[in-house]
Structures are given as structure tokens and as C-alpha cells.
């Protein structure tokens, strides 16, 4: 049937552009607004209402009569999903539709290299264009409240600023492809346990200081297409649906005008999807089965029980062409965009870049006795333990699960990179998820293990005693209750008994390097008895070459975390406060309610208000080479509101070898008439410097970085004072500071 409206619909077009010349929708040369204008004219009620919801699991309706496509929506942040069944979760079992896994977005975060998020975005989205989609259900931008948080390793970690800073490259990057990003999941969805019936209760000023800048850069600075609504609730609304979240702030106070998509089941109401900013419905649990639907996707929202209302005056027509209008201008920028790129995948260039992307984002917390980079000369016996070693991480963890052409293992990138110079041994030291599978993709992989801890452990530390170096490769995995979707973790501490194994590792020999790879922060009491440690992301296709590409030296580290490392769960403002996992209802709903207690002070805001030491600081990192930080200067010592003061530092590379150093600028405000973190990022600079090289390193910033969110007065307030710029190398390693007067 749809063929044939198909068909007609182009005979009808060849019709029209014969006589009437080309209608205006299908005019490259008419501007996008008066094409929309004109589909919308063309389209009748049924059509309009039938653009608004799923037809299947990841597509929506187009208008076959005017021949405008579908939509069709891709997961996830990290690569390219492969294809699903019509209806179903599980394998469509096509055989090309293999991606690259680039690395998580924790990893792009830990980069601190714009440039590095442009070539993610540019990349991600010349896959997505390839394989023909509409939507890629990307980046996610939450922000790290408690390192519980099972889904903190899709996101870009504590800071408002960092956050809001690096999605914005990838947004664009992904849209020059003609491919809609979906920034996700607005807003508030800062852990996955209870993920459908939590209310969020915060205040303004920690609603716009802390968990709205990445979500507003992404739309007023990188202009997305697509936004998509978070699971849990807000004042008591589903963020699918919710007026104070979608229309006041996004579309009204922001000016989006974009489409809002629903989470996977993320609408749960018709009059509330129509009035509170919900303009695209997928995966909804309506069972079409129940009401004797021909089609289930009639049973959706904002398919059937709109057109009911509509149909009978119910409701009005404006809601309606809101949001048809928005579809159509998604279309229009993607799919009838006849000038789009035609994509590429699983390039030579995008493994480049995935592994470029994982060279720099990996983060070296440790180098005492200078064991790393472990050098081949000296260095010719090598141990290598763990389970995360051998183990696929792409496949697991939700919705960002792919199916990958390849994945270079952290053994296999070990020994690619030490071929005939060194020996590498492995042995298994601890036994974690030997499972492997996620929604009907399998790694392939036995990780069966018969022997016990006590065997593992007594093997790992006989082969240690005769090594020349360690590396254990541990961490967190893709399973439930590790960095998984839908889940949390329940504890600080690494699972699988891998304290034990690493303790045991640090007697037996000095030369041991720890590798742990994870999405989040873990415990790692073990710290001071270690001499190297190195915080490895979910690395994806190309894990073991950029593990190997800095253990070996190959590539100086200039990675910083992008997260806190705290010591312990009680130095984390949503535990300390008991303000997690929240309170249940005792009226007979299902609702939780979670009380953002710590308000503002999340991650290292938390820790230096309560002068805390962390296990690692955000924003730390280290390299193979050193750097001296000169005098900060500023152009100023008093602006005026409005103005802008530019603070300048010379960075030197004092080391032998040429590296890049992120240069770091925090803002506080010591007197305020409301309390305010000690200090708060405001400026970021990735320099590469060879060795002696000195670079001056400025940054211009305007009273907007300053402020603080007036929540009485609802706007942002620069308060006249004194102000300090703190130049630094890591949120507790400040190197130089300037004050200035704001008047
Ligand atoms: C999932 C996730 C969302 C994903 C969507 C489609 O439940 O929350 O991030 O894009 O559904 O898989």
C-alpha cells in the first residue's frame, strides 16, 4: 500500500514540476522556512499527526504522497547501532552493517581537545550518514553526580563548563554530515536506578548553574536538531512532556526549534505530550494488541487518541502544526537535503581517529620511580593480568552496545606494539563477566575460568616475581551493576576481588603499571602502594592500540579527568547527604522523590567547599614531559559590568620531550553576598609545546563568568567585588593566580 502511495505521490510530483514548475517544498532554491511552509500546507490531518510518532522501533513516518522520507533514528554516542528488527530490540542479522566503537564520551571529555571533538562529531556522523540515518540518539551530556551512575561512562563528567565546552564541536562535527545529533537525556537523569519514576526536586540556581549549560550549549551554540526527553520526572512531570523544562526553558527562554523526541517508552500521556513540548514519540508501551489495533503504532500518544481528540474539537490545531513544522524542518535539514556529504564507514581515517581520540584521552594519574613509558631496552619480559586485558567491552552496557568490525584488546595492542622486542605473558588474575552478548550481538568470546581466586592470584604473583614490568589491566565492565544502562553500581569499590589481586601484584614486583578501565570513578586503596596508574575510558575499536600507544611511550599522555576521584562515597555530596537513591511514595504511586540536597556543589565544587582530598583531582593528568607556569597576568584590574579582562600565562615545556598540557582557568568570587564554590571553571587550553618551548596561553572571559544564577530574579548576576583568576594544571594544582575588581 505504501508503495503504491509512493509511487503515486512521484507521478503526482513529475505531474506538478511538468506544469506548474517545481512546487516550492521540493525547490532547493526556496528558502528551508517557506519549503516547510508549503509541505505543511500540502498535508492533510491524518499526515500531520502520523509524522509525530514511531512506525516502528527506530523510524517515524514521512509523507509518501509528497515523497518527504522517513525518519530514521540511530543509537548511540559511541558508534553506529546495527540494524534491528521492524518492531523488535533483537538483530535484523544484516551483514554490513559493522561499525567503528569510538571511544566513550568519559574519554572525549578526558581529552580537553575541542579539535578532538570536532573530528569525534565529523566522524561519528560520516557513519551515521552512511548507513542512511536521519537522527544519531547522541551525545549525552548528564552531568556526574554520584560515580554510581551506571550510564556516567556515555557522559562528559562533573563540570558544567567542560561539558557545555565539548559537546558543542561534536554536535556540529555530526550535523556537517546532514545528520541530526540528539542531545540526551534532557534533563535531570543523573542516575539509572529507578530511571522511569524518579522525581527530581532541585532548585533553580543548581538547575541552571549545574545541569542545564551543556544542554543549553548544545542548542544555542551548536544548534541541534534533535533533543531528546529523559525518563524520570520533574515537578511531577515526565521530562517527555514537561511544560517548565521543554517549553519554558527550551523553546521559549532558548529559542529551539528543533524536535523533541521521546526516550524509548519516555511518553506516558496524550494531553500532556500535545501541551508540554513533546513533538516525536518512539518506543512507547502502549499495547496496540489490547485495544485491537491493526497496527500498534496506532495506539501510541500522539497517533489515534490524538486524532480522536482533534477529530472531535477537542483540542485545536496549533500544538498540531507546532510540531509537524519542527518534523518537517528535521527533514528538510537532513533528508531532502539533496547537497548532503555521502558518509563513509569503518574508514582508515576514522580508526585514526578513534584511536587519536583515545591517545588523547587517556589519563596518567601516577608515574612514580618513572616506570612508564616502559621502555624496551630495559624492559624485556612482560606480565600482563587481568580479565580486562582479553575482554570485548563494546558489546554491553544499553543502548550504546555495537557490533564492531574490530576491537584491538589492550593484550592484543600490547603486543602488536612490542613485537620480537619483548616477551608478554598473560595470565588471568581474576575472573569478572565471562558473558558477552546484548541484544542478539555475541563477542564470540570463552572467557570460562575454572580455577579459583586463590589459584589466580598464586599464579599472577608467581609470573610477577619474574618479570621485568606489570601491567594489570582491571576495572569496571559493560555488565549490570558496573558501567551499565539501567542499573547502578552499588559500591566505590572495583568489583571481582581486584584489590586483592593488585596488592598482592604491588609486592611482588615495583615495575607495575595498574590500567583500570572504567566509565567512572572507583576506589583504589591500593594508590600508594603503586608506583604507575593510568585511567583507561572504554576505548572501543581501538582500546589496545591507545593503551599501548602511551604505556610504550609511543604518544605523551595529555589526558585530565574529567570527573573527581573521590576516596570514598561519604566525600560525595548526593551520599554524604543521604540525597540518593532517593524516597519512595507512600500514596500508592510509584514515584520516587530525590532531593538534589548537595545543590551546586557536585564533584570537586563538593570537595573543596569541605576541603576533601580527593584520590585524584578533576582536571588532573600527567605527562612524559614537565611544564613551568609563569606569572599570570590580567589586561585590567577593574572591568565594568559587560566588559571582558583577559588573563595571560606563559607555559613552558621544561621536559625532554614534546607533549600538551590543558591549561586550566578557575573564577572565585571570594566575597558574594550568596555562597559560591571556592572556585569554578571558566576557560580551558589544550597546548602542545616541544621540549624548551614557551607558549603564552590567554583567556578572555566576560562577566558572564562571574556570575552566579539568581533564582528570585531568574537571571544571572555578575555581583560588583573582587574576583581571583586561578591559572591552573588541575582543579587543586593552581599555579598562579590574578585578582581583578568587578565594579
Ligand atoms: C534507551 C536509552 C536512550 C536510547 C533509546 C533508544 O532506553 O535511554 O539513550 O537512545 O532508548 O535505544
Not at 322 to 340: C, E, P, Q, W, Y
Not at 370 to 396: C, F, H, Q
Request: with cysteine; net charge negative.
Amino acid at each position: 500500500m505504501k508503495i503504491k502511495a509512493f509511487i503515486a505521490g512521484l507521478l503526482a510530483l513529475a505531474a506538478m514540476s511538468a506544469t506548474a514548475g517545481t512546487p516550492i517544498y521540493l525547490d532547493e532554491s526556496q528558502p528551508i522556512e517557506k519549503r516547510i511552509d508549503d509541505a505543511l500546507s500540502r498535508m492533510t490531518l491524518e499526515e500531520k499527526v502520523k509524522i509525530l510518532h514511531a512506525q516502528s522501533k527506530f523510524s517515524s513516518a514521512g509523507v509518501p504522497r509528497l515523497g518527504i522520507p522517513e525518519v530514521w533514528c540511530t543509537d548511540g554516542p559511541h558508534g553506529i547501532r546495527p540494524e534491528v528488527l521492524w518492531d523488535e530490540w533483537d538483530q535484523a542479522g544484516w551483514t554490513n552493517d559493522s561499525c567503528i566503537a569510538y571511544p566513550a564520551l568519559t574519554c572525549l571529555a578526558a581529552s580537553w581537545s575541542k579539535e578532538v571533538s570536532g573530528l569525534y562529531g565529523k566522524s561519528i556522523g560520516e557513519e551515521a550518514r552512511y548507513r542512511n540515518k536521519t537522527v544519531l540518539l547522541g551525545p549525552g551530556v548528564n552531568i556526574y553526580r554520584t560515580p554510581l551512575n551506571g550510564r556516567n561512562f556515555e557522559y562528559m563528567g562533573e563540570d558544567p563548563y567542560l561539558s557545555a565546552s565539548m559537546v558543542v564541536p561534536y554536535i556540529k562535527g555530526v550535523q556537517q554530515n546532514g545528520v541530526a545529533a540528539c542531545v540526551k537525556h534532557f534533563a535531570l537523569n543523573n542516575n539509572e536506578v529507578n530511571r522511569h519514576t524518579t522525581n527530581v526536586i532541585v532548585d533553580d540556581r543548581t538547575l541552571y548553574e549545574i545541569y542545564l549549560p551543556a544542554f543549553k550549549a548544545a542548542v544555542t551554540e551548536a544548534k541541534a536538531w534533535t533533543i531528546m526527553g529523559a525518563y524520570n520526572l520533574y515537578r511531577d512531570q515526565h521530562l517527555c512532556h514537561n511544560q517548565y523544562i521543554l517549553n519554558d526553558i527550551l523553546k521559549n527562554e532558548w529559542g529551539f526549534d528543533g524536535v523533541v523526541v521521546s526516550d524509548w517508552g519516555g511518553a506516558h500521556d496524550t494531553n500532556q505530550a500535545i501541551t508540554n513540548g513533546l513533538d516525536l514519540e518512539y518506543g512507547s508501551w502502549t499495547n496496540g494488541l489490547k485495544l485491537g489495533k491493526k497496527n500498534a503504532y496506532d495506539s501510541y500518544f500522539l497517533a489515534d487518541p490524538y486524532l480522536e481528540l482533534l477529530h472531535s474539537g477537542k483540542v485545536g490545531t496549533k500544538e498540531l502544526d507546532d510540531k509537524a513544522r519542527r518534523v518537517l524542518r528535521l527533514i528538510f535539514r537532513t533528508s531532502m537535503n539533496r547537497n548532503r556529504p555521502f558518509g563513509s564507514l569503518c574508514s582508515d581515517e576514522h580508526y585514526a581517529a578513534a584511536r587519536r581520540i583515545g591517545d588523547e584521552g587517556i589519563v596518567l594519574l601516577k608515574n612514580n620511580a618513572s616506570v612508564l613509558p616502559i621502555s624496551l631496552d630495559k624492559v624485556k619480559r612482560i606480565l600482563v593480568v587481568g580479565e580486562n586485558a582479553i575482554k570485548m567491552m563494546t558489546v554491553g552496557g544499553g543502548s550504546s552496545s555495537l557490533k564492531v568490525q574490530r576491537e584491538v584488546l589492550p593484550l592484543d595492542g600490547i603486543k602488536a606494539m612490542v613485537a620480537g622486542r619483548a616477551e608478554v605473558k598473560y595470565v588471568r588474575g581474576y575472573v569478572g563477566d565471562i558473558t558477552g552478548e546484548y541484544n542478539g550481538v555475541t563477542t564470540g568470546q570463552d572467557l570460562n575460568e575454572s580455577r579459583s581466586a586463590e589459584q589466580l592470584i598464586a599464579e599472577a604473583v608467581d609470573e610477577a616475581r619474574k618479570a621485568d614490568c606489570v601491567v594489570f589491566v582491571g576495572g569496571l565492565n559493560k555488565s549490570e551493576h558496573q558501567d551499565c544502562e539501567d542499573s547502578d553500581r552499588t559500591g566505590l569499590e572495583l568489583p571481582y576481588g581486584q584489590d586483592a589481586v593488585i596488592e598482592a601484584l604491588a609486592k611482588a614486583n615495583p615495575n607495575l603499571v595498574v590500567v583500570n578501565i572504567s566509565g567512572n570513578a572507583v576506589a583504589m586503596p591500593w594508590a600508594n602502594n603503586v608506583n604507575a596508574i593510568v585511567q583507561a575510558w572504554y576505548l572501543g575499536s581501538e582500546a589496545g592500540n591507545s593503551i599501548a600507544d602511551v604505556l610504550f611511550g609511543a604518544v605523551n599522555p595529555s589526558g585530565k579527568l574529567p570527573f573527581t576521584f573521590p576516596t570514598s562515597l561519604n566525600n560525595v555530596g548526593a551520599h554524604r547527604l543521604d540525597a540518593y537513591p532517593g524516597i519512595k511514595r507512600t500514596d500508592g504511586s510509584q514515584y520516587i522523590d530525590l532531593e538534589y540536597k548537595e545543590g551546586i556543589y557536585v564533584g570537586y565544587r563538593w570537595a573543596e567547599k569541605n576541603k576533601l582530598k580527593p584520590q585524584f583531582a578533576f582536571g588532573h593528568g600527567l605527562s612524559y614531559t614537565t611544564f613551568a607556569y609563569g606569572k599570570a597576568t590580567a589586561d585590567k584590574k577593574t572591568i565594568a559590568q559587560g566588559e571582558t579582562i583577559t588573563v595571560s600565562v606563559p607555559v613552558t615545556n621544561t621536559g625532554e620531550r614534546e607533549g600538551m598540557e590543558v591549561v586550566q582557568l578557575y573564577i572565585s568570587d571570594p566575597k558574594c553576598s550568596v555562597d559560591r564554590p571556592v572556585k569554578e571553571l571558566k576557560g580551558f587550553e589544550k597546548v602542545s609545546l616541544k621540549p624548551g618551548e614557551t607558549k603564552t596561553v590567554t583567556f578572555t572571559i566576560g562577566t558572564d563568568a562571574l556570575s552566579y544564577f539568581d533564582a528570585q530574579r531568574h537571571q544571572w548576576v555578575a555581583e560588583p567585588g573582587q574576583f581571583v583568576a586561578h591559572i591552573a594544571a588541575a582543579s587543586d594544582d593552581v599555579r598562579s593566580s590574578v585578582k581583578f575588581e568587578l565594579k
